[in-house]
Nanobody, 113 residues
Framework: QVQLVESGGGSVQPGGSLRLSCAAS????????MSWYRQAPGKQRDLVAI???????TYADSVKGRFTISRDNAKNTLYLQMTNLKPEDTAVYYC???????WGQGTQVTVSS
């Protein structure tokens, strides 16, 4: 059974930082790339970043230079370090086994003054 549990969301002022975590099942984490998506109210779910098994990363243009995706294979945990947050980053953030259809439950990130 695949389990993905996100944590670390919250409310922050513009310019602030947050780190999201996604604890994954060991069996799935060691086989696949992992990714973060986000969905703002009334909008589609968009890809934020991907990290492959060997650590190669890809980012959406909107977060390049501000977000960093990483993975700790010993802890079966995916991270998303978010800095210089903007109001347009407000969304529910989901981790996903890439490219499988396995998703976490989501964690809310709100950026507001």
């Amino acid at each position: 059974q695949v389990q993905l549990v996100e944590s670390g969301g919250g409310s922050v002022q513009p310019g602030g930082s947050l780190r999201l975590s996604c604890a994954a099942s060991r069996a799935i984490f060691r086989i696949y790339a992992m990714s973060w998506y986000r969905q703002a109210p009334g909008k589609q779910r968009d890809l934020v970043a991907i990290i492959t098994l060997d650590g190669t990363t890809t980012y959406a243009d909107s977060v390049k230079g501000r977000f960093t995706i990483s993975r700790d294979n010993a802890k079966n945990t995916l991270y998303l370090q978010m800095t210089n947050l903007k109001p347009e980053d407000t969304a529910v953030y989901y981790c996903r086994v890439f490219p499988k259809d396995y998703w976490g439950q989501g964690t809310q990130v709100t950026v507001s003054s």
